[in-house]
């Protein structure tokens, strides 16, 4: 009697054990999320198609007659999105003024207007199709030294007291261990705006956007400092601050919000994004693609 007793003891407290980690497993489950609808974001990173201080440039010619073709073609598939919101790469002081240009091409839209590059070729021609009246900006300017660790390897009297191999590689082979990803990344100037765009947005990507922008500085230091990692927490700060302009615009659970940066904001502010209470994330490559 006490041997049964105490198996059906036993057997209840798995089956509460079983009942337990299967709760929590479901808690921890984002898409098992309870509450109100979030806000849908499309998070889309671009190269810049004109002049950049950005340590990697890419030749556009936002005049040739092909080139903006194909920014039409891509602005009619990113509208699929139907934003209510549109976030630009612009500063918020600058919105009263980014918003007369969009003004003016409303007013002629038969040209695109290309004195901002792909913020305003691409990010006014979305905002046309999808009848958005006013656009934001939210970026937010800080310097930083990205290039401190070839300093330091360029001079006689500096080392590297980190990790200079690990720095090295990221540096000169970022996608060492990814030999398909580096290989189409070494023809990205010949490929379609669309296979760019794409590329640009793949998580493999996003994540070399932010090792080459700032993470390989984590492998930088003199001596006893931390040189590098406080001249990428610099990088962090300024998207941290950029996430906090999103936020200060007001925004109704039912908006839709494009966010069109340089990857290396996008692939920043997807951290931000998917462990946020607010937004919800939806793929970018869904609608890159016909």
């Given at each position: 009697m006490i041997k049964k007793t105490v198996f059906l003891l036993t057997f209840m407290l798995l089956?509460?054990?079983?009942?337990?980690?299967?709760?929590?497993e479901k808690n921890t489950d984002t898409n098992n999320y309870v509450g109100p609808p979030k806000i849908q974001v499309l998070n889309l990173g671009s190269f810049h198609f004109g002049q950049s201080s950005d340590a990697h440039t890419v030749e556009f010619d936002e005049q040739d007659a092909a080139n903006q073709q194909e920014v039409r073609a891509m602005a009619q598939l990113i509208a699929r999105f139907k934003p209510t919101i549109i976030c630009l790469e612009f500063l918020p002081e600058q919105t009263e003024q980014i918003n007369q240009a969009y003004q003016a091409f409303l007013a002629d839209p038969s040209e695109l207007d290309t004195r901002y590059g792909e913020l305003s070729m691409l990010g006014f021609d979305v905002a046309r199709l999808s009848g958005i009246s006013k656009l934001y900006g939210i970026d937010y300017h800080l310097g930083y030294n990205y290039s401190l660790g070839d300093f330091i390897e360029q001079?006689?009297?500096?080392e590297n007291a980190i990790d200079r191999n690990t720095y090295l590689q990221l540096t000169h082979q970022p996608l060492k261990h990814y030999p398909q990803l580096a290989k189409r990344y070494a023809?990205?100037?010949?490929?379609?705006?669309?296979q760019k765009l794409i590329l640009t947005n793949e998580p493999l990507m996003l994540d070399y956007a932010l090792?080459?922008?700032a993470d390989k500085l984590f492998y930088v230091g003199i001596g006893e400092g931390f040189e590098g990692a406080e001249q990428a927490a610099q990088f962090y700060l300024r998207n941290m601050k950029i996430y906090s302009n999103l936020n200060r615009i007001p925004l109704r659970n039912n908006d839709r919000v494009l966010i069109l940066m340089g990857s290396a904001h996008t692939a920043m502010l997807r951290e931000f994004i998917q462990r946020?209470?607010?937004f919800q994330m939806v793929d970018t490559l869904h609608y890159l693609k016909p």
């Amino acid at each position: 009697m006490i041997k049964k007793t105490v198996f059906l003891l036993t057997f209840m407290l798995l089956g509460c054990s079983q009942t337990l980690i299967k709760q929590t497993e479901k808690n921890t489950d984002t898409n098992n999320y309870v509450g109100p609808p979030k806000i849908q974001v499309l998070n889309l990173g671009s190269f810049h198609f004109g002049q950049s201080s950005d340590a990697h440039t890419v030749e556009f010619d936002e005049q040739d007659a092909a080139n903006q073709q194909e920014v039409r073609a891509m602005a009619q598939l990113i509208a699929r999105f139907k934003p209510t919101i549109i976030c630009l790469e612009f500063l918020p002081e600058q919105t009263e003024q980014i918003n007369q240009a969009y003004q003016a091409f409303l007013a002629d839209p038969s040209e695109l207007d290309t004195r901002y590059g792909e913020l305003s070729m691409l990010g006014f021609d979305v905002a046309r199709l999808s009848g958005i009246s006013k656009l934001y900006g939210i970026d937010y300017h800080l310097g930083y030294n990205y290039s401190l660790g070839d300093f330091i390897e360029q001079s006689d009297e500096l080392e590297n007291a980190i990790d200079r191999n690990t720095y090295l590689q990221l540096t000169h082979q970022p996608l060492k261990h990814y030999p398909q990803l580096a290989k189409r990344y070494a023809q990205f100037d010949s490929l379609s705006l669309q296979q760019k765009l794409i590329l640009t947005n793949e998580p493999l990507m996003l994540d070399y956007a932010l090792n080459t922008n700032a993470d390989k500085l984590f492998y930088v230091g003199i001596g006893e400092g931390f040189e590098g990692a406080e001249q990428a927490a610099q990088f962090y700060l300024r998207n941290m601050k950029i996430y906090s302009n999103l936020n200060r615009i007001p925004l109704r659970n039912n908006d839709r919000v494009l966010i069109l940066m340089g990857s290396a904001h996008t692939a920043m502010l997807r951290e931000f994004i998917q462990r946020s209470p607010k937004f919800q994330m939806v793929d970018t490559l869904h609608y890159l693609k016909p």
